[in-house]
């Protein structure tokens, strides 16, 4: 396809995808446990919260050595099983079930506000995050191309956000703690799955035909020499450009 290149081919000849660089299908299902063990809990306990929240938590403790010992960078798994104890702590201490869930209704709010100011200010997060991936700090931001086709993609990733917003929050004020469960998995490893195909879509139709690919950003340093024999510019002989 339009941008693509043999650099930006997995070692086994299948086109690599953001799935291979950012592995985010595995993440989603792990944030998922936890959730289904809270709603499983408090259901048969007679709606008690504090089962739930016992429940959820042994869920995310399990989880959280089932990805160390699957060699996970043990930062992210601190993280992740923070996010579970804030979430129960807010439930314990409003007594509500449904506030299992407020945190993860205001980090989809932030998030989506994040992803959008980013495209603004030409910081897109998507180029962020796989720029951080591939080792390539700020450099894929002096390639027009590359820091368009991020801004393109990471619309996507903004909709995302919302959506998960747009559908938690009329749950999250009905109260309906089994509607929010089924909508975390619902809207979390198949949404994560579908805005990782379609965000790749994105980059590669973005990218101008040529391009040599995410992983090599055409930057000031290296047009010159693309553009020398344009120019009518000859090279020394033995002289490499």
């Not at 994560?192 to 992983?215: K, N, T």
Request: charged share 15%; aromatic share 8%; net charge positive.
């Amino acid at each position: 396809m339009t941008g693509t290149s043999e650099r930006d081919v997995a070692v086994d000849g299948r086109p690599e995808s953001l799935a291979d660089l950012l592995g985010g299908r595995r993440g989603a299902v792990d944030a998922t446990v936890p959730p289904v063990a809270f709603a499983v809990g408090w259901l048969v306990a007679g709606r008690s919260v504090w089962a739930g929240v016992v429940a959820a938590l042994i869920a995310g403790t399990v989880v959280a050595g089932w990805r160390l010992r699957r060699g996970d960078r043990p930062r992210s798994v601190l993280v992740g099983l923070l996010a579970v104890c804030v979430a129960a702590l807010v439930a314990v201490r409003t007594g509500r079930a449904e506030d299992f869930f407020l945190v993860q209704v205001l980090a989809n709010a932030a998030s989506a506000l994040a992803w959008a100011v980013s495209i603004l200010v030409r910081w897109p997060l998507l180029g962020v995050v796989v720029g951080t991936a591939l080792g390539q700090r700020g450099r894929w931001r002096r390639d027009p191309a590359l820091l368009r086709a991020y801004g393109r993609a990471s619309w996507v990733w903004t909709g995302t956000y919302l959506l998960r917003v747009a559908v938690f929050v009329p749950l999250y004020l009905g109260g309906h703690v089994l509607a929010l469960t089924a909508a975390r998995v619902g809207l979390t490893w198949p949404l994560v799955a579908a805005a990782l195909a379609a965000s790749w879509a994105v980059l590669r139709r973005s990218l101008p035909a040529g391009h040599p690919g995410l992983r090599h950003p055409v930057t000031p340093q290296t047009e010159p020499a693309a553009k020398a024999p344009e120019d009518g510019e000859s090279n020394a002989p033995g002289q490499e450009q």
